[in-house]
């Protein structure tokens, strides 16, 4: 009987020994036995997000994955509600941009507990161990881009100024904001130090300038409650504005309040249609173009080998056909260094568009006078 007992007790160990080498994610409901990919972006609302997603989804799909694709309305908790129900549904690998950097703790957990590789789309996502790789543009370059076209539109080397500047960044969820302040402030702090460069209304730290939900509204309420309030009177010289929903807030406040007839130098990021058009009509100065094709393109292949049990090192990007380097010391999330593929970002003005027509992704309008994106048309 005794040894009955031991038999039937050691079969149970198997048994749960060899469930715990299996991932739960890959047990499929719909019984395929194609692999799953789960992808979070934060929000339909933003043009880029809509990019990124079809792209991830038409790369995957086409290479014989099945695609997971969610939107959550840049709420954070329902991010996570999402993603778990995701993990629940089954998924093999999560590819997520996250709405808030710090609070997908619960998901994660889930996703560590059934061995489902997480990777961190164009945002670190911090404090967890969860996460395995990173894909992103260099934030700090875009920062420092814009910055440094700051300094050279205003010729901050030789001009005797004082120059007024406001600085209008992004969410402080989104762990690149801060990355993108700290570049571009890097690149103007030694004006800002000897007084060349002003700020009128004394907001020159990134929480102070933070823009929640890196929205065009709540950009446009502050950079309208600034100019009655800091440039009454007073010239403004540029905004140096963390990215092109911002930009396009900041432009609506100007073209609405601002009664000095001056157009500032104002700075942007992702070369959204809106913004392309500004760039046209001089109501924006810059903007820096990431092009997101490439970045989904890095992500689908560091996936593709995560998803083969592979282990993507620095190698990759020998085989990659983009410009990206590998950094495991840049991006630290509290908990570790995580391994990042960072890819290039270019300055885009208005005298220099076919970079991006080049790219097959923007093309003129029949005036030749406008680009927009191919597929929004
Ligand atoms: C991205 C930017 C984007 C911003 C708002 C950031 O995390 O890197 O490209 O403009 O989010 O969506």
């Given at each position: 009987m005794r040894k009955m007992i031991a038999a039937m007790l050691s079969l149970v160990m198997l048994g749960s020994l060899a469930?715990?080498?299996?991932?739960?994610?890959?047990?499929?409901?719909?019984?395929?036995?194609?692999?799953?990919?789960?992808?979070?972006?934060?929000?339909?609302?933003?043009?880029?997000?809509?990019?990124?997603?079809?792209?991830?989804?038409?790369?995957?799909?086409?290479?014989?994955?099945?695609?997971?694709?969610?939107?959550?309305?840049?709420?954070?908790?329902?991010?996570?509600?999402?993603?778990?129900?995701?993990?629940?549904?089954?998924?093999?690998?999560?590819?997520?941009?996250?709405?808030?950097?710090?609070?997908l703790t619960k998901s994660l957990e889930e996703a560590k507990a059934k061995e489902i590789p997480v990777?961190?789309?164009?945002?670190?996502?911090?404090?967890?161990?969860?996460?395995?790789?990173?894909?992103?543009?260099?934030?700090?370059?875009?920062?420092?881009?814009?910055?440094?076209?700051?300094?050279?539109?205003?010729?901050?080397?030789?001009?005797?100024?004082?120059?007024?500047?406001?600085?209008?960044?992004?969410?402080?969820?989104?762990?690149?904001?801060?990355?993108?302040?700290?570049?571009?402030?890097?690149?103007?702090?030694?004006?800002?130090?000897?007084?060349?460069?002003?700020?009128?209304?004394?907001?020159?730290?990134?929480?102070k300038t933070a823009t929640k939900d890196w929205s065009t509204e709540n950009a446009k309420t502050e950079m309208t409650r600034r100019l009655s309030a800091y440039f009454s009177g007073a010239k403004l010289d540029a905004v140096l504005c963390a990215n092109d929903s911002t930009a396009l807030g900041v432009e609506e406040a100007i073209e609405e309040s601002y009664k000095l007839k001056n157009v500032p130098v104002i700075t942007g990021q992702d070369g959204d249609n809106e913004n392309l058009k500004k760039l046209v009509d001089g109501k924006q100065s810059m903007t820096v173009f990431k092009n997101v094709r490439d970045e989904a393109s890095v992500a689908f292949e560091v996936s593709k080998r995560l998803l083969n049990d592979e282990v993507p090192t620095g190698k990759l990007v020998e085989s990659l056909a983009?410009?990206?380097?590998?950094?495991?010391?840049?991006?630290?999330?509290?908990?570790?260094?995580?391994?990042?593929?960072?890819?290039?970002?270019?300055?885009?003005?208005?005298?220099n568009l076919q970079?991006?027509?080049?790219?097959?992704?923007?093309?003129?309008?029949?005036?030749?006078k406008y680009i927009e994106s191919v597929n929004k048309q």
């Amino acid at each position: 009987m005794r040894k009955m007992i031991a038999a039937m007790l050691s079969l149970v160990m198997l048994g749960s020994l060899a469930a715990c080498g299996t991932k739960k994610g890959t047990e499929k409901k719909d019984g395929s036995g194609k692999k799953t990919v789960g992808i979070a972006m934060p929000s339909a609302k933003l043009e880029r997000w809509n990019s990124d997603g079809d792209y991830l989804r038409s790369l995957f799909e086409k290479d014989g994955y099945e695609v997971k694709l969610i939107y959550s309305d840049n709420d954070s908790t329902r991010q996570n509600n999402d993603i778990l129900g995701m993990l629940n549904e089954g998924v093999d690998l999560l590819l997520i941009a996250a709405v808030d950097s710090s609070t997908l703790t619960k998901s994660l957990e889930e996703a560590k507990a059934k061995e489902i590789p997480v990777v961190a789309y164009d945002r670190l996502i911090m404090n967890t161990n969860a996460v395995t790789y990173y894909i992103s543009f260099d934030n700090s370059e875009v920062g420092r881009m814009q910055g440094e076209f700051v300094r050279d539109a205003l010729d901050l080397e030789n001009a005797k100024g004082p120059f007024n500047i406001e600085f209008i960044s992004g969410d402080s969820a989104d762990n690149n904001a801060r990355f993108f302040f700290d570049g571009a402030y890097e690149a103007l702090k030694k004006y800002i130090n000897s007084g060349k460069l002003v700020s009128p209304s004394g907001k020159t730290t990134f929480e102070k300038t933070a823009t929640k939900d890196w929205s065009t509204e709540n950009a446009k309420t502050e950079m309208t409650r600034r100019l009655s309030a800091y440039f009454s009177g007073a010239k403004l010289d540029a905004v140096l504005c963390a990215n092109d929903s911002t930009a396009l807030g900041v432009e609506e406040a100007i073209e609405e309040s601002y009664k000095l007839k001056n157009v500032p130098v104002i700075t942007g990021q992702d070369g959204d249609n809106e913004n392309l058009k500004k760039l046209v009509d001089g109501k924006q100065s810059m903007t820096v173009f990431k092009n997101v094709r490439d970045e989904a393109s890095v992500a689908f292949e560091v996936s593709k080998r995560l998803l083969n049990d592979e282990v993507p090192t620095g190698k990759l990007v020998e085989s990659l056909a983009v410009d990206v380097k590998y950094d495991s010391e840049s991006y630290n999330n509290g908990v570790k260094y995580v391994q990042s593929y960072l890819l290039v970002p270019t300055v885009i003005t208005k005298d220099n568009l076919q970079i991006m027509v080049n790219t097959g992704l923007y093309q003129w309008d029949a005036e030749n006078k406008y680009i927009e994106s191919v597929n929004k048309q």
